[in-house]
């Protein structure tokens, strides 16, 4: 729909405005994903997925041209995390001075972990601060990321000289909730082969970054251990790459020879999909991840997830069968030993059902829903 259809829509139904600044990824898959199954009237306003910093730090002012020249005018507006939500308020006040804004917290810089390269300090954790505060509703993609960002509020502002303004943590939580992200689950379905038994050797699957925060070194220590124990299994290692020597990855794929049957991005969604249903069981071993996307894909596809007893994994998993997917500490070992040696049965088709939960299907509708009532309540 563009510009003037959506200006002069005949129905009531609401007008949203979703404001994008880094149009790429899951960001795009998410937005793109609201705006084909909401019964609402979606609009998109995005910038190009690149220079994330300079998207948080000048990306409002960018946004705030395009929506001026596009006279838009919007029952709400639902803004991404990566994105100066204040300035852009400031910059459009006497456009969107009535109108309600949200602001949905895909991940956040306060509580990110910080790597060797960029040291920023509090300066984006800062805005996400800021824009938190500028928005009528704030949004987080899970429970856990919704507490950790609200438990790390009162460090960032205690870190500073004076007036920290504490109360504005409590400001800040009582407009927050939780609102999941939707996924396209479905359209895993169209490449669900006929059968779906799975294999002998069993297939293990890695499917996130290739970042230090994804821990790689442990599944890597993990397999070559049961490996040289005589476990049999297959391996395929994929996931985005943004580092140009990937070391660890490197010498994991000489240790573990033939056992790895595929290695590196893959960028056909096809093929992709058609490897979630063949592979038996998707492994994480992270330290930071605010919802898991990769691996409620995976799960929904039939593998068997073996996760962290931490962050946003325990909501991706039935409660009746933690034990069998989540290990403690770095005990990821002992648990993949007893899955390899058959000591664990567990029921696929619940944890599907389980992360069913989260397809737009059913999401739409509760995005729909929270938007409602922000709209209600100016």
Known sequence: ????????????????????????????A??????QYSQYHVELLTLPAQFWKWRMQGGAVTL?????????????????????????????RQQTAATPCALYFHENQLTYPQNQRQRHGWQYGFINYVSALAADAVYFNSAFHREAFLDGLPRMLKHFGDFNELDTVDQVRQRSSVLPLGLDLRRLDVLRPEQTNRHDPPLILWNHRWEHDKNPQLFFDTLNRLADEGDNFRVAIVGENFRQEPTEFEAARDQLG??????????????YGRLLWEADYV??????????????????????????YRL?????????????????????????RSHLR?????DRQVLARHVAQFDWAQMAPQYDAALSRLVQAR
Not at 30 to 35: F, I, K, L, N, V
Not at 258 to 271: K, L, P, S
Not at 342 to 346: D, K, L, N, S
């Open 1 to 28: 729909m563009n510009s003037s259809e959506w200006h002069s829509a005949p129905d009531t139904r609401l007008k949203v405005l979703l404001i994008e600044p880094y149009y790429g990824g899951s960001h795009r």
């Open 30 to 35: 998410w937005a793109d994903g609201y705006a």
């Open 64 to 92: 705030a041209r395009l929506y001026a020249e596009q006279n838009w005018h919007p029952d709400v507006i639902l803004a991404s995390s990566m994105f100066d939500l204040s300035t852009f308020r400031a910059l459009t």
């Open 258 to 271: 033939d056992r790895v049957v595929q290695y590196g991005y893959m960028a056909n969604y096809e093929a």
């Open 283 to 308: 492994i994480s071993t992270a330290y930071q991840d605010f919802f898991g996307i990769s691996v409620a894909e995976a799960i929904y596809a039939g593998c068997i997830p073996l996760l962290p």
């Open 312 to 336: 946003n994994y325990p909501a991706l998993v039935p409660e009746a069968w933690h034990e069998q997917c989540l290990y403690s500490a770095n005990d990821l070992y002992t648990l993949l």
């Open 342 to 346: 058959g000591h664990q049965a567990v």
